[in-house]
């Protein structure tokens, strides 16, 4: 299992949050997600077949511009 956390921007609303949320949380491989509106923050919990680089992608399509990220061990 990893653990990663994502850092965004236009997360506006809780709206926006569960949409985001919900969008992630079916992803396959993905165990948890976490997001923290007021620090624009995303953490995430996911296993193969999921990875960092799949998950910023999804992020970005939705609308929110990845900022930065860490990809931290399993």
Same mark, same amino acid.
């Given at each position: 299992?990893? !653990?990663?956390?994502?850092?965004?921007?236009? #997360?506006?609303? &809780?709206?926006?949050?569960? =949409?985001?949320?919900?969008? /992630?949380?079916?992803?396959?491989?993905?165990?948890?997600? !976490?997001?923290?509106?007021?620090?624009?923050? #995303?953490?995430? &919990?996911?296993?193969?077949? =999921?990875?960092?680089?799949? /998950?910023?992608?999804?992020?970005?399509?939705?609308?929110?511009?990845?900022?930065?990220?860490?990809?931290?061990?399993?």
């Amino acid at each position: 299992m990893y !653990q990663s956390y994502v850092q965004v921007s236009n #997360i506006h609303t &809780e709206n926006d949050k569960e =949409a985001l949320e919900k969008r /992630l949380s079916s992803m396959i491989g993905v165990l948890d997600v !976490q997001i923290d509106i007021n620090q624009q923050c #995303i953490n995430l &919990e996911y296993e193969t077949p =999921a990875n960092l680089n799949t /998950l910023e992608k999804e992020i970005y399509d939705a609308g929110f511009p990845v900022i930065n990220s860490f990809k931290g061990g399993h």
